[in-house]
């Protein structure tokens, strides 16, 4: 390497090092505290400065300087890119984001596959409801044991009102044995029916269906025995939510298996993509809710023995669930 060359790439350097080194310590700055951390002043800086920086490594690479002195500029200009275009979010942000925006408007535009889901589940209901009206062997049938717990068809009314009327129990041990196997048992049927809905729809559906067998039965068990207004407040308290997530959770496996049915001009794996944005955040809301439920089941349930608060308190908080899906997060700011 020529002394000549040397000499101009140290005045080169020399001319210019002071404005690099100023937005080296700018972009030094927003990396740790972000773009809002800067004054206008900065700001300003920050934009001319990045602005002659590119320009010293277009002139750069023109005139062949040392690969050193390239390799700095060309480091320096793609951080100061990236502070002055990439967004600058924290986590605390994102997930602001996510909750204000993301998965209410999600929640909007899956309306169609949540309805969908909201039939299935009835529709479920009432085949299971029928099916012990016409045969009560049927509640053996489809009911889980782990979720019958004590009661059966040989449970007799008092046998029943005793389980719905239990304030008894150790509060904080019902919080953690019941909670603890609400949430894996339903977490689990979530997450099948998410997941199985990107196999054209059919399994979500079925495993949709029957979840409202499951309540059918239980519920017509009650009711023949002439206690179903009991039941019902029995399974609000909890169940508002809780169903509001199986449903979404199916609506989000929904999402995903039209976009496999009917990619439109899209190839499939195009329109996976777009619809598994929505349907990740719909997995993830009902994630959320069944943790509320749990809770409610564990613990609030134990509590509220009377009837009227039970009701009031589950269609209460499912009345602040569809309020936050209706009328939070319309206004977005504008993202590229």
């Given at each position: 390497m020529s002394d000549a060359f040397l000499m101009r790439s140290a005045r080169f350097r020399k001319e210019r090092e002071a404005d690099w080194k100023r937005?080296?310590?700018?972009?030094?700055?927003?990396?740790?505290?972000?773009l809002n951390s800067l004054e206008f002043e900065q700001a300003r800086d920050l934009?001319?400065?990045y602005r002659q920086a590119m320009n010293s490594l277009s002139l750069a690479r023109e005139i062949s300087l040392d690969k050193s002195l390239l390799f700095y500029l060309e480091s320096l200009c793609a951080r100061a890119y990236?502070?002055?275009?990439?967004?600058?979010e924290s986590l605390r942000?994102?997930?602001?984001?996510?909750?204000?925006y993301g998965m209410p408007g999600a929640v909007r535009r899956c309306a169609p596959q949540i309805l969908i889901a909201f039939l299935t589940l009835g529709l479920g209901a009432l085949a299971g409801y029928f099916l012990f009206v016409e045969d009560p062997t049927w509640y053996n049938t489809i009911m889980p044991p782990e979720l019958a717990d004590t009661r059966g068809i040989n449970s007799s009314r008092e046998d029943l009102l005793s389980v719905i009327y239990d304030s008894e129990r150790d509060?904080?041990?019902?919080?953690?044995?019941?909670?603890?196997?609400?949430?894996?048992?339903?977490?689990?049927?979530?997450?099948?029916?998410?997941?199985l809905g990107v196999l054209v729809c059919l399994p979500s559906f079925m495993l949709t269906f029957?979840?409202?067998?499951?309540?059918?039965?239980?519920?017509?068990?009650h009711i023949d025995r002439g206690i179903g207004y009991d039941i019902a407040a029995w399974l609000s308290i909890h169940g508002v939510t809780e169903l509001s997530a199986i449903v979404i959770a199916c609506a989000g496996g929904f999402t995903l298996g039209l976009a496999v049915?009917?990619?439109?001009?899209?190839?499939?794996?195009?329109?996976?993509?777009?619809?598994?944005?929505?349907?990740?955040?719909?997995a993830i809301l009902a994630a959320i809710m069944l943790v509320v439920a749990a809770i409610l089941e564990g613990f609030f349930r134990q509590i509220v023995q009377n009837p009227e608060t039970r009701l009031i308190v589950g269609w209460g908080i499912g009345g602040l669930w569809l309020a936050y899906f209706l009328l939070?997060?319309?206004?977005?700011?504008?993202?590229?």
């Open positions: 937005l080296e310590a700018l972009i030094t700055r927003v990396e740790k505290r972000g934009a001319t400065l990236l502070a002055v275009y990439a967004p600058q942000g994102l997930m602001a984001r996510l909750f204000i509060a904080l041990a019902a919080f953690t044995a019941f909670a603890s196997f609400l949430f894996s048992h339903n977490t689990q049927i979530a997450i099948f029916i998410f997941s029957y979840n409202g067998l499951v309540i059918g039965v239980f519920v017509a068990l049915l009917f990619p439109g001009e899209l190839t499939r794996g195009e329109a996976l993509r777009r619809s598994g944005r929505d349907a990740v955040k719909l939070v997060g319309h206004k977005r700011p504008g993202t590229s």
